[in-house]
């Protein structure tokens, strides 16, 4: 596939998941909508990666890792969202045995971290070439 596709397709895919993140927090399932926020944000970054690299992007997850890879200049709160974002692809697939991050998971909760997914969206779409 010709990179242009490529970074399309991962374009699309990111815009897929923020919208099942949406559907998924309206049906009130606030952990499985924070992993969707966080694939949302690993597809853009891949479509940056795509475009940036002129390569297929890494089979990775880990949003910092992906955001370096790509020479992304990032401020401290902006590391620091990356990380906590990555976190929510591990806690929601793998749960420990007290659901605590389910427990945690409010819709308060989880309306401030899409929303801050959301930010980091419109951010890394701004640096899209």
């Known amino acids: 596939m010709e990179l ?17 993140a949406q559907h998924l927090f309206e049906k009130k399932d606030y952990s499985y909508a924070l992993f969707f926020g966080h694939l949302a944000i690993e597809k853009l970054l891949k479509a940056i990666y795509v475009s940036q690299k002129a390569e297929q ?12 890879s790509i020479q992304l200049l990032l401020t401290d709160e902006q590391r620091e969202d990356l990380i906590r974002i990555t976190a929510f692809h591990l806690e929601s697939r793998y749960p420990d045995e007290k659901r605590s991050f389910r427990k945690k998971c409010t819709a308060a909760y989880a309306q401030a971290e899409l929303d801050k997914i959301n930010e980091v969206f419109v951010w890394l779409m701004s640096t899209l070439k």
Do not use: M, T, Y
């Open 4 to 20: 242009g596709r490529i970074k399309a397709f991962w374009l699309e895919e990111a815009e897929e998941a923020k919208q099942v």
């Open 57 to 68: 992007a890494p089979f990775i997850h880990n949003l910092l890792r992906l955001a370096e």
